[in-house]
């Protein structure tokens, strides 16, 4: 079991309801791209927010990482839309 | 590259151009052009009564630094200035604004230029739109053609 803290921005964080969350991790969660597929099991919400999982944008410690990103280690992840500023 | 000053903000109110240009180039003698750009809200033909801007708090500032860090090198800029709104911006406000200083025109151009493309796709912002009935318009939808101006840069 490992602990994350999870935080979701714009369209991600509206369709899963909550800006942030800490979730314990069942074992075999190695990488960025395993933990989008865990969370899309959870409940419907995170499926809806999750369904097209190759354009949602992950960030570990506040840095933009590709899906096979081990997580290990990682104090905060970030689930995100592409984004728009500028 | 060490030394070369790097301003970065984030913050919901608004700022000044001439303000920042000066702050940029105050007491320097070494500094031959200065390049200037911002972006501002448009109101898309009257649909649109204002944009909500979301950040990763932190993220973006530590974002928007990175990248004008890699422009600095790149191109030898002699100092640059990065500010991003958030929060609620109404038509013909400003969003964002970027300078850049450097001995000699093209390398503050290309810099402002640089720093923009990189900071459309890879800055932690998000645009929601309000439209002029007040109803929300939803989420702006990223654009390839942003990403195809990033990508551009990384052709030699």
């Known amino acids: 079991m490992a602990t994350v803290n999870l935080v979701y921005f714009a369209w991600v964080r509206e369709r899963i309801g909550r800006a942030e969350e800490t979730l314990e991790l069942p074992d075999g969660i190695v990488t960025a791209g395993d933990l989008l597929a865990h969370l899309k099991t959870l409940g419907e919400e995170y499926e809806t927010a999750l369904e097209h999982e190759n354009v949602i944008r992950v960030a570990i410690n506040q840095e933009h990482v590709e899906h096979d990103e081990p997580i290990a280690g990682a104090r905060e992840i970030a689930l995100f839309p592409p984004m728009t500023g500028g | ?141 990223a654009k390839d053609e942003d990403d195809s101006a990033r990508d551009r840069w990384s052709k030699d």
């Open chain 2, 1 to 141: 590259m060490g030394g070369v000053p790097v301003t970065v903000r984030v913050q919901r109110e608004d700022f000044d151009l001439a303000a920042e240009v000066q702050a940029l180039s105050a007491g320097r003698h070494d500094i031959g052009a200065v390049v200037t750009f911002s972006g501002l809200c448009r109101d898309e033909a009257g649909m649109l009564s204002a944009l909500e801007l979301e950040h990763y708090p932190g993220m973006a500032e530590a974002e928007i630094n990175r990248i004008c860090e890699e422009a600095v090198t790149r191109f030898g800029l002699q100092a640059v200035s990065a500010i991003h709104r958030y929060g609620k911006i109404l038509p013909g406000e400003n969003i964002v604004l970027v300078v850049t200083a450097s001995p000699h025109r093209q390398a503050a151009f290309d810099g402002a230029n640089f720093i923009m493309d990189f900071l459309k796709t890879s800055a932690p912002f998000w645009k929601k739109e309000h439209a002029a009935d007040g109803i929300e318009r939803g989420w702006v939808s």
